[in-house]
């Protein structure tokens, strides 16, 4: 049971990080790799800033252009097109999971939470690029492409305090069965997606067993975005 939820739990973090990974990053920019690596490693979070009973999933990983590619929804050709316009440098993604799958499936809890950050040239880079994960965010299709696995799921949009230069925040409902098992599993989602100055920030918090987030994405979401304007200063 417990590596079933799992295992539908990788499942859960790649439908909901699609958004993210639209942003995924690369590129020719003037500072190096390790530098953008750095850098991104400043703005964001650690279990510290966490709700308790996470804990981060391997390692974070860096995505540059022909790696974020692969996963975009539009093919990797039409990726790597856009990328290249949006000025788009490089991307930081990371998951922490429940450590108690099974207590949260069958009592009610948070199952995992994402959080991504995309690094771009400019702000109007930047910009462009939030419209681009916005359209995803707003309109997703259960079963096709990278919602495979997902037999139902319904958006609707969230208030979200002051957050970026622009932000917009979802809730999802809705219902994955991954190919790997035999077991169904009904997630409610909260995902706020932010900009600030030339960076895009994705903050996804998932329950199941029929709990609801509360106020973590608000909270995440605003940590960030002062750890992000402070490393932009």
Partial sequence: MKIRLIVALIGLVALLAVAGTACGGGGNGKMSREDMEALLTKMTVTTDDLPSGLDLQGEPQFQDNEEAAKDDPEGPTAALARFESEGRLLSYNASYFTTDPIG???SGGIALITVSLTLFEDAEGAASAMDYARGLAENPVPG????RGVTKIESKPLSLASVGDESQAFEYKGTLRPEEV???VDFTAH???FRRDKVVAMVVVATIGG???GQEVEDIATTLDDRISAALQ
């Fill in 182 to 184: 035999q077991i169904d």
């Fill in 104 to 106: 949260a499936f069958t």
């Fill in 144 to 147: 096709a492409g990278f919602l």
């Fill in 191 to 193: 995902m706020a997606l």
């Fill in 211 to 213: 709990a609801t987030p």
